[in-house]
């Protein structure tokens, strides 16, 4: 999907497969930047590769022009194809720091974050060739741009990405979809980059990880409202909750998600942790 004439918005759909009888359908977004080169952000999971190349070859540009990609953080869904990419292309990899551990070596990822069928969304690791530290410019092209704004919460070294030509601002996963699973590294941080996003007025484009693009002025102050909404019903249940000893593991988990109505799988290790960060 054309942004700009040199910005694109690729949806990249993926299934994870909970286990043998479940299984969810989710989507990321990855953006193309068509310039003398091509710069990517984000990369989808392991299958994405050919959906990007084939996007690329449809715009009648060749894949060996990718120069770089950006990875937003280190999760399975935006990583996936980065080794396949740069195997194919020698582009190099560019993220934040603090997402080192988790981008060249997955091993460790996985056992710390342990997402369902890891390895079905990801299966190498990739090496970083350049940090990209907060306030960095980077010029990608005669007319773009990006500014990388660091944005933990969601992960330590979460970027989002300003693109000030076109007024762009891209958040991967920094704003929470109201009912979708509740999953950050540390929510004061998520609160802190959330209102940072809001304060800022000088987008008029808001991309994301995981919706369509947001055009209109009013319709990016209702998302960023319901994410933050969001955030606090999920601060007041879990501080609600979560209280004393657990005779379980994740009995308060489980409670939340289903004070809340939300889906049983969110009863999860990775859930929990996010849920453990609000009583800190
Ligand atoms: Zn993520």
């Known amino acids: 999907m054309k942004i700009t004439e040199k910005i694109h918005l690729l949806r990249l759909d ?18 193309i930047i068509f310039g003398e080169k091509i710069t990517l952000i984000d990369t989808g999971t392991k299958d994405s590769a050919h959906h990007i ?35 194919v292309t020698e582009c190099r990899i560019l993220a934040h720091e603090s997402e080192k551990n988790w981008i060249e070596n997955i091993e460790a990822q996985v056992k710390e974050r342990p997402v ?13 060739d350049k940090f990209l530290e907060h306030g960095l410019q980077v010029k990608v092209d005669e007319d773009v741009s990006l500014k990388i704004i660091h944005s933990p919460g969601h992960s330590k070294g979460s970027i989002n990405i300003f693109l000030p030509e076109d007024k762009i601002l891209f958040t991967a996963d920094s704003i929470p979809i109201k009912n979708d699973i509740p999953n950050y590294d540390d929510f004061n941080d998520l609160m802190d980059s959330l209102h940072r996003i809001k304060s800022t007025q000088d987008y008029s484009i808001l991309l ?3 919706s369509p693009p947001l055009t209109d002025r009013k319709e990016i102050e209702i ?30 988990c489980r409670k939340v998600i289903l004070k809340l109505g939300l889906p049983d799988f969110y009863v999860n290790p990775i859930v929990d942790k996010a849920f453990k960060g609000h009583i800190k």
């Open 223 to 252: 998302f960023l409202d319901e994410g933050e909404s969001y955030l606090k019903v999920l601060d007041k249940t879990v501080k609600s909750i979560y209280i004393g000893e657990e005779s379980e593991a994740l009995e308060f």
């Open 53 to 87: 190349f084939s996007y690329i070859k449809e715009n009648s540009r060749d894949i060996s022009d990718i120069e770089a990609v950006i990875l937003s953080h280190s999760h399975p869904d935006h990583i996936g194809s980065a080794a396949e990419i740069k195997k």
């Open 14 to 31: 993926f299934k994870i497969n909970l286990n043998s009888q479940k299984q969810i359908e989710r989507f990321v977004n990855s953006i």
């Open 116 to 128: 369902p069928a890891f390895f079905e969304l990801v299966d190498k690791s990739v090496k970083i």
């Open 208 to 210: 994301t990880s995981w």
